[in-house]
């Protein structure tokens, strides 16, 4: 959400935010209308408005048809990886021990983050209690009573509560430390998991690029003169760098599917609600964020995903989902792609770059090859989803963080001054129509979905931008790397459902890119099967970042 005049930093950002807050500032309000694509939603028809939306529940087109399980088994990882199952297996052969790896993983990201510039991944760390559960997941692996996760270091973005540690947000000004562990959190330890500590993000997620002056935040994984991606930028880059194969990321408008797809690692948004986000940093809440992971294998995903969802009385929007076990997850990553429907929307196809559309339609038609079926759809407000978003977001975040903005304002950054400046230019009936608007885009997503098992499209429209050492000092916007960024990734979030990414390929700058793939409301199975298929025939592969220094066992 940015005025389309280039990259602005430094002085030429402070002009702009102190003229926001001046009556001259109606002009840049009705060229930024414009740039956003607001003028372009007022000017659609009628009949491209449904009724008022009443509620966020994930889109569902159809019952959940069952699939056969082609018995292909979960997909080899590459030998250069540390994944869960790799871990496991070296403390199950008593080849390593959890305490050894929670050393290991704590130094690998001190390491990375003393280089310059910074890839490293950790914001704070918590060595003293990860020891301590080393050693208790050290105790039940040798009783014979190893979780799913036993021994599984991981990173929690500070967006989650994490008992001790506090939920910055990315801010300077929030460090009360968190007196319990969120339910997504708690979960985690009791599958086994071991939490290192959290992960930086952009400021409270409002930015899709990876840049926060607050923090020392890590820069792409694969080339350290471009950005990570966000918000979950912390969590992509410490899997892409080895430090854990999975790690927590939350997800408004494609920050779990963005880094993970810049940094060349897979990602998944859940369903809306289907991970608890009670426990999370700003009380108010929003109707597009999902909590979610980022993982090295789509392996790694399922885990994550069955040991974290089920219903919590905390966040309303969970309950009354519909039951998913760990053998539903991992047991759809043998079922393989035959007689899978893959709609294609061209039109939104024909919009990309051609660099980024070209290895991401490489993998479809490798889906195609290997029993898939490629079939054309049409979603019509798909070209404004980004608009709608911005709207629904933007307008969300301001109305959470009116406490906050009235004791805080000056001390974020700048990009956040002049995000919740543009906020206050729109109005209530901006809002409203915005979800309106929404309400049509997510029965056209139904309708889709009634024909077709996933959606497929790019997951940016743009590989890892790049970036200085003084912009990531001073704060900058970037209307263009922002469109091209934030392109295709609203559409999971305003329908709320599934979607996850793999790496697929390198645009011309060798730099990694993704294929998104989107299913029905509560189908994450149907999405894992692609990926892990993905992953399989080799379409999909975790690329080896110049920063990553072999597996952690």
């Given at each position: ?12 950002l ?12 109606h ?10 694509g ?8 009628e ?5 008022m ?9 159809r019952?959940?048809s069952?699939?056969?399980?082609a ?9 250069w990886?540390?994944?869960c199952v ?6 199950h052969s ?11 993983a704590?130094?690998r ?16 760390e918590d ?11 050290l105790r ?11 021994g599984v270091v ?5 967006e ?33 998991a071991i939490?290192?500590g ?13 840049a926060?002056v607050?923090?020392?935040?890590p ?25 854990v ?44 964020v999902?909590?979610g ?8 995903l ?7 969802c ?5 966040d ?14 991992v ?10 429907r ?21 993998a ?19 070209s ?17 963080l009116?406490?906050?903005?009235l ?16 906020a206050?230019a ?10 309106r ?23 940016t ?18 209307a263009?790397?922002?469109d091209?960024?934030?392109r295709y ?21 060798g730099?990694p890119l993704?294929l998104q ?11 894992l099967s ?8 080799g379409?999909?592969?975790a ?11």
């Open positions: 959400m940015a005025l389309n005049v280039g990259r602005l930093s430094g002085a030429g402070r002009a702009v935010v102190v003229l926001m807050r001046t009556p001259a500032r002009p840049v309000v009705r060229l930024l209308r414009s740039q956003l607001i003028e372009r939603l007022l000017a659609l028809p009949e491209d408005r449904g009724a939306l009443h509620d966020a529940r994930p889109v569902r087109a019952e959940a069952p699939r056969h399980d018995g292909l088994g979960i997909p080899a990882q590459a030998p990886q540390s994944s790799s871990l496991r297996a070296a403390y008593g080849e390593h021990v959890p305490r050894d790896v929670v050393r290991a704590l130094g990201a001190r390491e990375l983050a003393a280089r310059s510039p910074s890839v490293g991944s950790l914001h704070l060595e003293a209690g990860a020891l301590v559960a080393a050693d208790e997941s039940r692996i040798q009783q014979g009573d190893a979780r799913p996760l036993e991981t990173i929690i973005k500070e989650l509560d994490v008992a001790g540690l506090p939920t910055g947000l990315g801010t300077p000004f929030l460090t009360t430390p968190a007196r319990r562990d969120a339910t997504a959190v708690a979960r985690l330890r009791a599958a086994g939490v290192l959290q992960s930086p993000m952009t400021q409270f997620g409002m930015s899709p690029l990876g926060n607050h923090r020392r935040m820069r792409n994984a694969h080339d350290p003169s471009r950005l990570a991606g966000g918000s979950s930028t912390g969590s992509a880059v410490a899997v892409a760098t080895g430090v194969p999975i790690a927590l990321g939350f997800d408004g408008g494609g920050s779990i599917r963005i880094p993970a797809a810049l940094n060349g690692v897979f990602g998944l948004k859940p369903t809306f609600g289907r991970i608890p986000t009670d426990g999370h940093g700003l009380s108010a809440g929003s109707s597009v999902h909590a992971p980022i993982a090295a294998t789509p392996h790694d399922a885990l994550f995903l069955a040991s974290t089920g219903a919590s009385a905390g309303v929007a969970s309950v009354g989902q519909p039951p998913l076990s760990e053998a539903a997850c047991g759809a990553l043998g079922r393989g792609v035959h007689g899978l893959i709609g294609v929307d061209e039109a939104e196809w024909s919009a990309a770059d051609p660099d980024v559309a070209r290895p991401a339609r490489a479809l038609a490798a889906l195609e090859g290997e029993g898939a079926t490629l079939h054309p759809i049409t979603i019509p407000l798909a404004n989803a980004a608009a709608i978003g911005y709207l629904t977001i933007g307008l969300e975040m301001c109305t959470a009116r406490d906050l903005r004791r805080h304002g000056d001390e974020m950054e700048l990009y956040m001054q002049l995000l919740l400046l543009q206050d729109f109005s209530s009936t901006d809002y409203l129509d915005a979800q608007l929404r309400s049509r885009l997510r029965e056209h997503t139904a309708a889709a979905l009634r024909e077709v098992d996933l959606i497929a499209l790019p997951t429209n743009c590989t890892a931008p790049p970036v200085s050492d003084r912009e990531m000092r001073e704060g900058f916007v970037d263009n790397a922002l091209a960024i934030s990734s609203y559409l999971g979030n305003l329908t709320g459902i599934p979607a996850g990414t793999a790496p697929v390929g390198a645009g011309r700058d730099l993704g793939l989107l299913g029905d409301a509560w189908d994450e199975p149907v999405v692609a990926l892990a298929h993905l992953q399989r025939i379409a999909a592969s690329m080896r970042p110049t920063t990553h220094a072999g597996p952690l066992t």
